[in-house]
């Protein structure tokens, strides 16, 4: 994780050997993805289920493999991102590199258009977005809106891109669950 990444604090609980409710994890999450030729702009993330209902019986960090951007079949995605300001990579970047980057849930998210921002994309999944830290827009097709700290979006597998016009990163936390596609939807 490079300087430029704010490392997010990851506690998970558990249970001891007698069944106690216990700390198990105690760190800032080491699942951190920086978008390629942007070490500005990061995505970590900090827990995923694979069904739901989820299963806490096991045991171990749920976030193994690679970070893609949808959440995994039936399961979900607890995470953090960090943007920076749209001026540090808007018109500077390869999206179709970028959300590549992201495994094949990225590389289909794309919008074929990018009329309204260069980061269009559209996943199935249900999205809750809050924002932790700065500002920032939340663009979709025919519609945009300001989100602040403490904002909270419900994103419905519409097409949408997130755009940072201040000069300082801003965070948002998300947990985006599986979900059948959208009407007009991929």
């Known amino acids: 994780m490079g300087s430029n990444v704010r490392p997010v604090r990851r506690i998970v609980t558990g249970h001891d050997a007698q069944g106690r409710s ?49 959440p995994p079949p039936a399961g979900s995605v607890f995470r953090v991102v960090q943007f920076p300001p749209d001026g540090e990579y808007v018109g500077n970047w390869s999206r179709e590199q970028a959300f590549a980057a992201m495994g094949e849930s990225g590389a289909s998210a794309v919008a ?37 700290p403490g904002d909270v979006l419900v994103q419905r597998g519409t097409s949408h891109a997130w755009s940072n016009r201040t000069d300082e990163p801003c965070l948002v936390a998300f947990v985006l669950i599986d979900a059948k596609p959208a009407p007009g939807g991929s």
């Open 22 to 70: 216990t700390i198990v994890l105690d760190a800032p999450s080491p699942h951190v993805m920086t978008m390629p030729n942007v070490d500005t702009f990061a995505c970590t993330d900090l827990w995923k289920t694979y069904s739901a209902p989820a299963d806490n019986a096991t045991s171990g960090d749920a976030c193994h493999g690679r970070i893609t951007l949808a």
């Open 112 to 148: 074929a258009s990018s009329e309204r921002h260069e980061g269009m994309h559209r996943t199935n999944s249900t999205d809750y977005a809050i924002v932790l830290s700065g500002e920032i827009w939340a663009v979709l097709d025919a519609d945009e809106t300001l989100m602040r």
